[in-house]
């Protein structure tokens, strides 16, 4: 017993004289910007004048004067922006998901050049958001885009539509072209975990008769949850500091602005870097309480086991 006792002792402190080295690297590569970010969100600091600033405290985040309240929790465009990009993350990262589990269930059959369609399914996601969102935003162009041109071809349209100008079209059409950008990333993490399940279970139910839709949600699905649920925080983390994407199909239009992009406003477009530095401060623990909410929701732990 006391053999064993040493040799875990042993092993826990190899892992962490391995892990010292990347936790340093993390921590000056992440932790500094991160707390410098916090350090200037506290302050009155502008980009044209970024050596002479003060400490004003919380007053970029709220603040009282004058009967009025300002700051960022107290601007109407922030929790405009704050809206859709939860709306935002929901719909695609729903989409995705279902979309993804399907891509993967049929990929997981056997049948001809299967390898050969699994590599062309990755190509959308493999393209550089920036380059997938320019050749989306000349399809969805209302004057010269394809998808108006074939949509009006059978008659579904009678009139260009102005895809990322109308502002009740334009997040719909950032979520579609997410959707087809991100589905492959859904489906190869699924697909992964489709590839570990014993095929005994499956076995089983086809000698016993079991409808195969039932197979899959009593064997399938719980099987697969624990990867399912990773798959959906990262794609999640994704969505919420989503940026590129929208910028680049419909810049800072405000029917379609992010956390990201009203943070990213501020800081370069008002060079107000304290009050860029609290809206990106503001991001940052929104995605930390939601990632550690769907941690505990979904009752995952690290090692894999379930807490119940």
Not at 134 to 163: C, E, R, S, T, Y
Not at 211 to 233: D, E, G, N, Q, W
Not at 243 to 254: P, Q
Request: glycine residues 6%; charged residues 15%; proline residues 4%.
């Amino acid at each position: 017993m006391a053999g064993e006792l040493g040799l875990t002792r042993l092993r826990v402190r190899a892992a962490w004289r391995f892990l010292l080295p990347t936790l340093v690297v993390l921590a000056l590569v992440a932790g500094w910007p991160l707390v410098r970010t916090l350090w200037f969100s506290l302050t009155d600091a502008h980009l044209d004048d970024l050596g002479n600033y003060r400490f004003v405290g919380v007053d970029n985040y709220l603040q009282f004067d004058d009967g009025e309240w300002y700051g960022v929790l107290a601007d109407a465009d922030w929790w405009g922006a704050v809206w859709r990009t939860f709306w935002f993350a929901l719909v695609s990262v729903s989409l995705e998901t279902v979309l993804g589990m399907i891509v993967a269930l049929a990929l997981n059959v056997r049948f001809p050049l299967r390898g050969l369609l699994r590599a062309a399914v990755l190509i959308p996601w493999a393209v550089p958001t920036v380059v997938s969102a320019k050749m989306w935003a000349w399809m969805l162009n209302d004057q010269f885009g394809v998808l108006n041109f074939v949509l009006m071809g059978i008659g579904i349209l009678h009139a260009p539509v102005a895809w990322t100008a109308d502002p009740d079209l334009a997040l719909w059409a950032v979520i579609m072209v997410d959707v087809w950008k991100a589905t492959p990333f859904m489906a190869l993490l699924i697909l992964a975990s489709l590839q570990m399940l014993p095929g005994d279970c499956y076995e089983a139910a086809r000698v016993d008769g079991v409808h195969p839709v039932r197979v899959f949600f009593r064997v399938t699905l719980p099987l697969i949850r624990p990867a399912l649920l990773v798959a959906v925080i990262f794609r999640a983390l994704d969505a919420l500091r989503v940026f590129d994407l929208i910028y680049v199909l419909t810049s800072n239009s405000r029917s379609t602005m992010s956390m990201s992009v009203y943070a990213r406003q501020q800081l370069v477009d008002f060079q107000d870097i304290g009050y860029g530095s609290a809206a990106s401060t503001l991001l940052f623990l929104v995605i930390v309480m939601l990632t550690v909410s769907v941690i505990k929701l979904g009752r995952l732990r690290l090692d894999g086991s379930d807490p119940r």
